[in-house]
């Protein structure tokens, strides 16, 4: 595929920079762009529409062991940006004068330039939403229509490059039966097709028939629960909140800590890894090492790795694995289990089915115990079978419990869930979970 | 600036009405982690948002290049926006103010001369050398971000609004492991001392020396016992207290929720458009205002991003709900009054019902008389643990610090302080308020929410409170 005119763009940047160091400087540059349409929704009309086209440059210089950086807005067209960006060198390399060596200062050094483009044509965002919008004839829906291409860029003054670029769309809507009774769909990828829109909308209406049944309100206590992927989506979303960090695991602040140090553990059918070669998130990181295909984190109940950025590595005396300073998966997967998806609720028998959590956090970091809330379509099942809706239960328990020995088993299919983060920039994380049976979870409120 | 404005001038459209908003910050952020300096970091953010009404529609597009001919582009897909979407718009934006507000906003101290780069690294440097102080400090860091920033409205009606400010932002944070527990006290929490302004809150929060008065409570948790459990008095400190106010009172009164638009992402709410001016939120001694006059506190202006002109207001009244968090916008929508608090975080983002300064009104009560008051309790400071539902009702949240009260006097630290309940009932026992001597100027610079979703500064001021008959508890055992 030709290179776009982002890509084009960042290349000139590239030689710009390498034409204007001085001495032994190096540096690093990393771009973060896209060209966003936005469609807000809510009750089954446009709330607000836009578009958004953003170019960030981080440029980080290096001198010796002296360094900075520096993000900057630029316009995407060279010759309005250059006074900027050698503003910002000018700037960067008068701050270097005053700081001391960085005994942790680490930037790539083997040249690996890597080119990944996914672009297909989408079809204009008001097509897209007039399509969603005339499927949700006579139904209270609200959501969001998110899409179009997103850039990300990294070169050096080494000469590696290493550009990223998807076309991607996400439409996450809820369906409203009252209150807070709703059902939620996602809808989203590389390839726009309208009747695999109209078949999740199809499917989403007849969760909704459910919601329509009398509610019913559940004492605190413990229960029996199947959470599918997209609940697990917010468990392991949690784990990702430093859990994994090679840093967090070293100074004892990671949730797993005890796991990683034995005196916790998880059921031995328990698996994550980051796997870069199945997500749609760059097979670069900021720093420009490369990342790996996989790097497996926890394996047979067992903490087997973690996410070592370059500068965590030389604190640690780790070896790094791409990971950014976050130190936080971004193409994480869970290993699935023997389920079959269809007998999940066959399993469950008596419980509650729960399709969400929300807003969740820790009520004891180290041992892992998070609290949170069901949300969306959550049902009390009675025989294997969907009974009523329930209303929202506040959950409080840990994870070395849900996922250890109160785990019955996880589902064989896992989801792909795309991340629909969208602050500051549209995220290109994703996760790839399966469903899981619990014998016991503890509900509080 | 003017260039901009004088480029806003050229912009030819056929939109009944559009704006132009310009956000260009600069921020500097320094850290000092065990005792090694951070390389530093430096952030220069600039773009424009154009928007349009036409007809029935509204339309944004937003752009970080502010050369004429990109603006001139975005105001063309603002007004395609609006015009494609005119007859499925859920607002019929011809009824919509059209303001041409003319003013002007400064943050305090605006020629107060800031820090050195080698002044901020001393600083952090001797606060984190005080930090690790022992060999069960394992991680422990100083840390600072400051960030000044000009904001413009023009509108097509010959509005004009320029509105400079100037963040400071400090923080401390140390962790202590030892014996197969972890615990970490901050300076108010992450990032929980952020004030508009010069350096001077540096002193209003005796930053200096906070280092090792913040190792030496890692420490004390570290030796102390979980929260008991049981339901129990509680004493809120100011950084706990805004926390409360933040979750189950700012976000459950922001309009745009009530209204629906938040369902599909941040939530709904349990407060309804027919509660406004009659349903008991709160004990007699509940006063809640919107505030937008404090000088220091975070989220002062004096115009939102919409244009409207900000003024105190009270939200709750001796405990009764008053009015909604909602912009003009939303106002017209819900036919009811509000707030100017359509905001914005930045270019790139349109804006929405938002938290400005949402803050508890001081009563009548020293520290001295709010712990004497108590026959048994816990004392909870800092808040590292937030959850509540999408309709901000059921809450569990959790505390850096705790302390027992017994018999009116303070008693030993407890660490993993947490406590849970329901929005509804939980401000009707409140049952003692402190005075102004127990306030505290507070916010967070990062409250989320929108889809897209943004990323905002808002304002808490808050005294220490007292609640009657709460279910509390600590950790794992």
């Known amino acids: 595929m030709a290179p776009s005119t982002m890509e084009n763009y960042f290349g000139e940047l590239a030689a710009l920079l390498d034409r204007s160091l001085a001495g032994a400087e190096i540096y690093n540059a990393r771009l973060d762009a896209e060209r966003s349409d936005f469609v807000r929704l809510n009750r089954a009309q446009v709330r607000q529409p836009g578009t958004v086209t953003q170019i960030y440059l981080r440029l980080h ?8 950086e520096e993000s900057l807005t630029v316009s995407g067209e060279l010759s309005r940006d250059r006074e900027a960006v050698l503003a910002a060198l000018a700037r960067l390399r008068a701050t270097l004068a005053s700081l001391p060596d960085d005994p942790y200062l680490a930037y790539a050094t083997e040249v690996r330039s890597s080119r990944s483009v996914r672009s297909e044509a989408l079809p204009p965002a008001e097509q897209i939403v007039d399509v969603l919008l005339d499927a949700a004839a006579g139904l209270d829906l609200v959501g969001l229509y998110a899409g179009g291409p997103v850039y990300r860029g990294f070169a050096n003054s080494l000469g590696q ?37 109209r078949a999740r909308m199809a499917e989403a209406r007849e969760r909704l028939a459910l919601l329509a049944r009398p509610a019913r309100s559940l004492e605190p206590g413990r229960y029996r629960a199947y959470l599918t992927p997209s609940a697990m989506e917010e468990i392991a979303g949690m784990l990702c909140w430093g859990g994994f960090s090679g ?14 140090e034995g005196s916790a553990e998880l059921d031995p059918s328990i698996g994550f890894s980051e796997k870069t070669v199945e997500g749609i998130a760059p097979a670069f990181q900021d720093e420009g090492f490369t990342r790996p295909p996989e790097v497996s984190l926890v394996a047979d109940g067992r903490m087997v790795g973690s996410l070592v950025s370059p500068r965590t590595a030389r604190e640690f005396a780790l070896a790094q694995n791409g990971a950014n300073a976050s130190e936080a998966p971004e193409s994480l997967e869970m290993r699935g289990g023997e389920l079959r998806g269809d007998d999940a609720l066959e399993l469950l028998d008596r419980g509650l089915y729960i399709g969400n959590l929300w807003y969740l956090n820790f009520s004891d970091r180290p041992a892992c115990r998070l609290t949170g809330m069901t949300r969306f379509a959550s049902f009390w099942v009675e025989g294997g079978k969907i009974v009523a809706p329930v209303d929202v239960m506040r959950f409080d328990d840990s994870v070395f419990r849900l996922l250890g020995r109160e785990l019955v088993g996880l589902t064989a299919e896992r989801e792909l869930l795309v991340s629909s983060d969208t602050y500051r920039q549209r995220s290109v994380a994703s996760m ?9 979870m503890a509900f509080t409120l | 600036m003017q260039t901009l404005a004088s480029a806003f001038g050229t912009l030819e459209s056929d939109a009944d009405f559009f704006t132009l908003r310009v956000v260009d910050e600069e921020a500097a952020c320094y850290a000092v982690r065990k005792d090694v300096p951070q390389p530093p970091s430096f952030l220069s953010d600039r773009g424009a948002m154009l928007t349009a009404y036409a007809g029935r529609g509204c339309g944004y597009a937003a752009t970080s290049d502010l050369c004429p001919g990109s603006l001139q ?27 041409a507000p003319r003013g002007s906003y400064a943050s305090p101290e605006p020629q107060m001369p800031a820090r050195s780069q080698q002044e901020w690294y001393r600083l952090l440097g001797e606060e984190s050398r005080a930090a690790g102080c022992d060999p069960r400090i394992v991680d422990w860091e100083a840390t600072v971000e400051t960030r000044q920033g000009e904001h413009r409205l023009l509108t097509s009606t010959g509005g004009d609004i320029v509105q400079r400010y100037r963040f400071v932002m400090p923080g401390i944070s140390v962790t202590a492991h030892a014996a197969g527990d972890t615990q970490t006290r901050t300076l108010n929490g992450y990032r929980g001392l952020a004030q508009q302004g010069g350096e001077s809150m540096l002193e209003r929060f005796a930053f200096v020396g906070s280092g090792r008065r913040v190792a030496q409570e890692a420490l004390e948790l570290l030796l102390a016992p979980n929260c008991p459990s049981g339901v129990t008095d509680v004493l809120l400190m100011p950084d706990q207290v805004i926390l409360q106010i933040h979750e189950s009172i700012g976000h459950p009164l922001e309009l745009d929720r ?3 638009d938040e369902r599909n992402f941040a939530g709904t709410s349990f407060v309804t458009t027919d509660m406004f001016g009659t349903y008991r939120y709160g004990s007699e001694l509940l006063n809640v205002t919107f505030d937008p006059t404090i000088p220091e506190e975070l989220a002062s202006y004096a115009f939102d991003d919409e244009g409207t002109p900000a003024r105190k207001v009270y939200l709750i009244r001796n405990g009764i709900l008053e009015r909604p968090l909602g912009g003009a916008l939303s106002q017209a929508r819900a036919r009811l009054p509000g707030t100017a608090n359509a905001r914005a975080d930045n270019w790139n983002r349109p804006p ?7 803050n508890l009104e001081p009563g009548d009560a020293t520290l001295e008389e709010l712990i004497a008051g108590i026959e048994r309790g816990v004392l909870m400071s800092t ?14 949240f959790g505390c850096e610090w705790g302390r027992l009260i017994e018999n009116g006097k303070l008693g030993s630290v407890v660490k993993n302080p947490n406590y849970r309940g329901i929005s509804a009932n939980f401000w009707r026992s409140l049952q003692r308020v402190g005075n102004a001597s127990t306030m505290q100027v507070l916010g967070t610079p990062y409250c989320g929410k929108g889809e897209p979703s943004q990323v905002i500064r808002v304002g808490h001021a808050a005294p220490a409170c007292v609640f009657a008959d709460v279910d509390v508890f600590g950790g794992e055992a």
């Open chain 1, 61 to 68: 210089l290096i001198d010796g062991r002296r360094h900075a």
């Open chain 2, 258 to 260: 009530i209204l629906g």
């Open chain 1, 161 to 197: 490059r290493n550009w990223h670029e998807v076309a991607t769309f996400s439409l996450q809507w809820s369906l409203y039966h009252r209150a807070d009774k709703a059902v939620k769909s996602v809808y989203g990828g590389f390839e726009w097709d309208a009747s695999a829109l």
């Open chain 2, 73 to 99: 582009a975005a105001l063309d897909r603002a007004t395609a926006w609006a015009r494609a979407t005119a007859e499925r718009s859920l607002i019929d934006f011809r009824a919509m103010p059209r303001p």
């Open chain 2, 383 to 396: 808040n590292s643990s937030w959850s509540i539902d999408d309709s901000r009702n059921k809450f569990q």
């Open chain 2, 352 to 358: 929405i019902d938002r938290m400005g300064n949402i």
């Open chain 1, 247 to 260: 840093r967090a695991l070293q100074t004892r602040q990671s949730c797993l800590f005890r796991l990683n």
């Open chain 1, 432 to 440: 790839k979970l399966p469903g899981a049976v619990v014998r016991e």
